[in-house]
């Protein structure tokens, strides 16, 4: 695992540590946000709103964009927040990722936990109706639950997969979801050099050992929480049940589109 410092300075918290595809060191400063609302990213002075509406690729990882700048990789960080109860904070980073890891969001854990940017989580808003996105055998749905809820279903043909089912709401608690790392076959991690350094899935099983045998679900749940982010609140703040079925992060923010045009019909 690589080497996380971080360090809190004039109201910020700094974090350092190994990019993943720069493979540079990335810095991150993190703070409250007195002009605005959400979690605004900042690079080279260009501000990037988490907004669905600024994402411009969701190819292998979600990343925003000015049209000008853009920051990748920011789906583990987004669902961190979400899951601590962090809102209205500016980002900025170095360069155009933040800090990775080890694919999982615990990392961020440990930076926000206990942070004056925490607030307690109340579900504000209601889903009033089904919402479904569907891409070929690809799908995700939306339905009024009491509560926040998540459950994904993955389908993978591979012996150390197959498939497997977990849900999330936050009684379970956010740990199993903030450690559970992101993997990939080994063809696509030896493509980035990242095949030591991330969970790696070979043609026997993992290159490690998971923390548990539904590790590779509750990652995707993770990123549907991250990528949900995206439609302008906190997900946990809505009364809904969140159900994936092979989906991605294609798939993950078509549904936060939906969901903020749900949410906010008209412009403010």
Same mark, same amino acid.
Request: hydrophobic share 35%; proline share 4%; charged share 25%.
């Given at each position: 695992?690589?080497?996380?410092?971080?360090?809190?300075?004039?109201?910020?918290?700094q974090v350092h540590g190994k990019g993943l595809f720069s493979k540079e060191e990335v810095t991150v400063s993190i703070r409250k946000s007195k002009n605005a609302n959400g979690i605004i990213f900042i690079l080279k002075?260009?501000?990037?709103?988490?907004?669905?509406?600024?994402?411009?690729?969701?190819?292998?990882?979600?990343?925003?964009?000015?049209?000008?700048?853009?920051?990748?990789?920011?789906?583990?960080?987004?669902?961190?927040?979400?899951l601590l109860g962090v809102n209205n904070i500016e980002v900025e980073t170095n360069t155009n990722e933040l800090v990775f890891d080890d694919g999982s969001a615990l990392h961020w854990k440990k930076v926000l936990t206990?942070?004056?940017?925490?607030?307690?989580?109340?579900?504000?808003?209601?889903?009033?109706?089904?919402?479904?996105?569907?891409?070929?055998?690809?799908?995700?749905?939306?339905?009024?639950?009491?509560?926040?809820?998540?459950?994904?279903?993955?389908?993978?043909?591979?012996?150390?997969?197959?498939? /497997?089912?977990?849900?999330?709401?936050?009684?379970?608690?956010?740990?199993?979801?903030?450690?559970?790392?992101?993997?990939?076959?080994?063809?696509?991690? !030896?493509?980035?050099?990242?095949? !030591?350094?991330?969970?790696?899935?070979?043609?026997?099983?993992?290159?490690?050992?998971?923390?548990?045998?539904?590790?590779?679900?509750?990652?995707?749940?993770? !990123?549907?929480?991250?990528?949900?982010?995206?439609?302008?609140?906190?997900? /946990?703040?809505?009364?809904?049940?969140?159900?994936?079925?092979?989906?991605?992060?294609?798939?993950?923010?078509?549904?936060?589109?939906?969901?903020?045009?749900?949410?906010?019909?008209?412009?403010?």
């Open positions: 695992m690589n080497k996380i410092e971080n360090e809190v300075n004039n109201n910020s918290i002075n260009q501000k990037i709103v988490a907004d669905v509406s600024n994402v411009s690729n969701v190819t292998r990882n979600t990343t925003l964009s000015t049209g000008i700048e853009s920051v990748c990789l920011v789906e583990h960080f987004l669902a961190a927040c979400s206990g942070s004056n940017l925490n607030q307690e989580i109340v579900e504000k808003y209601d889903l009033k109706e089904v919402l479904f996105v569907k891409e070929g055998n690809k799908e995700i749905a939306a339905i009024p639950h009491n509560g926040f809820k998540v459950s994904y279903c993955l389908d993978w043909p591979h012996p150390a997969l197959g498939r /497997l089912f977990s849900s999330w709401q936050k009684s379970d608690g956010v740990e199993r979801v903030l450690r559970a790392r992101t993997f990939a076959p080994k063809e696509e991690n !030896d493509f980035f050099g990242v095949s !030591d350094r991330l969970l790696t899935l070979t043609e026997t099983g993992f290159n490690k050992e998971l923390y548990e045998p539904l590790e590779p679900c509750y990652h995707k749940i993770l !990123d549907i929480i991250g990528d949900l982010r995206l439609c302008g609140v906190n997900p /946990l703040e809505i009364n809904m049940h969140v159900i994936g079925f092979k989906s991605g992060h294609a798939l993950n923010v078509q549904m936060a589109r939906e969901l903020k045009q749900h949410l906010f019909p008209y412009p403010v």
